[in-house]
């Protein structure tokens, strides 16, 4: 949708003009699943995919949302209102971040927005993130805050964490925030700081492409924060501040010395995983991106075989794009359904892609929403 389009939108719900038009994208994470949270290693890139706002300040404490995606008109909420808990629906997203701000002692105070998205819902690639970091953007411009990309990922974060309640680690709003257009953010989530590579599939002949399975596991949440909570207390037992703490050559001795009742499975997850994003990254900066797709599998492994947030239909996703030829295949996100990405040669892309969506007719699934992800410039204003 163009900016003109989402301004019409804009009046044509709250009246007048906007004040501006902003843009924060989804994510999808090459390498580094379930990291975030231990203070470990990710290596996202932002889609092309964005949530829109179009944005007027108001000097009365209310916030007016309207989302051109759910039905229902606009939510109406008093700033001064605002508490965890207290917002249901997409409105919670925006809301939180205003909460949040003013948490943090940002005098912000209420806003018309009007929002559009067509970052996929329920499909792993962190549309709510995308929802929080346009709206702390926005907020950030309109009350002239001069926070930068960094601070706003971490309170859009705390947003989710806090108001809407979910205890995600801060990989998806900081891709959103911070990603830059054709590269993919190495970032270390325990010092924040971040490397930008290069990415350039094309000149390689590859293409990665997201094959959303348009399925979303009710258990996704409940599972998420229990293996948040077992890898925390496998940091614990090893004595150790985070499972970032434990490097590889050490694994196998630590893991003797935890109890057998997966959290063993657990931390060789998140310790290898970490050493697989170290091992994309060289592959990267070595300008062997093909060098990415047995990690990506691997990555898929440990996923399946040791965190357990894999399910039937991304596994059928990542053995049917590997038989059809796909150079590396893997589940995307925080799992029990969602997004895997494939690693692809080029003229290998039509094959792998009519594969899984026979493989998925013959299953009796809804056909995949398949498309090639383009590494994305992260949250910017628009107009
Ligand atoms: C979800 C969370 C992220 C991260 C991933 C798994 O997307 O929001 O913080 O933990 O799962 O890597």
Redo the contacts with the bound molecule.
Sequence with gaps: MSDDLLTDAFTAVHHGAADGVWAAPGRV?LIG?????NDGFVLPIALPHTARAAVRRREDGVLRLHSAQAGGGVVELAVDALAPGSVDGWAKYPAGVVWALREAGHPVGGADIHLDSDVPTGAGL?SSAALECVTALAFNDLWSLGLGPVDLGLLAQRAENVFVGVP??A??QLASTCCEADRAMFLDTRTLTARQLPVDLAAAGLRLLVIDTQVKHDLADGAYAERRAGCEKAAALLGLPALRDLALPELEAALATLPDDGLRALTRHVVTENARVEAAVEAMAGGDPAALGPILTAGHASLRDDFLVSCAETDLVVVEALAAGALGARMT??GFGGSVIALVAEQDSDRVADAVTAAFAAAGLTAPRIFPALAAQGARRLA
């Excluded at 699943?33 to 949270?37: G, I, S």
């Design positions: 994470n699943e379930h990291t975030d949270y962190s995600c680690g990989m998806d996100g925080g």
